[in-house]
């Protein structure tokens, strides 16, 4: 085998090594749970947050009337 090939094979053998190390489960990521309850936290918060929107909104319609009803009073007198 001439030297450029064995250069060459060698060098496709470390890319393939490096891509293959690169491509690996990260810690964490596995099979274990120790980032589902980040997650189930997270999710949990999202759902609050949207919960604590959805009463706010309703909130600010109801002062909204509430504004206009007395804005309105005094232009009847």
């Known amino acids: 085998m001439s030297r450029f ?3 060459v094979l060698i060098s496709l053998l470390l890319l393939c090594t490096g891509m293959m190390a690169g491509c690996t489960k990260k810690p964490g990521t596995g099979t274990g749970t120790s980032g589902a309850p980040k997650l189930d936290e997270a999710q949990a ?3 609050s ?3 604590k929107l959805g009463e706010l909104r309703q ?4 002062l909204e009337k509430e504004l206009e009803a007395k804005q309105a009073e005094p232009q009847k007198k």
Do not use: C, P
């Open 5 to 7: 090939n064995k250069v």
């Open 45 to 47: 918060a999202a759902e």
């Open 49 to 51: 947050a949207e919960h």
């Open 59 to 62: 909130e600010r319609i109801k």
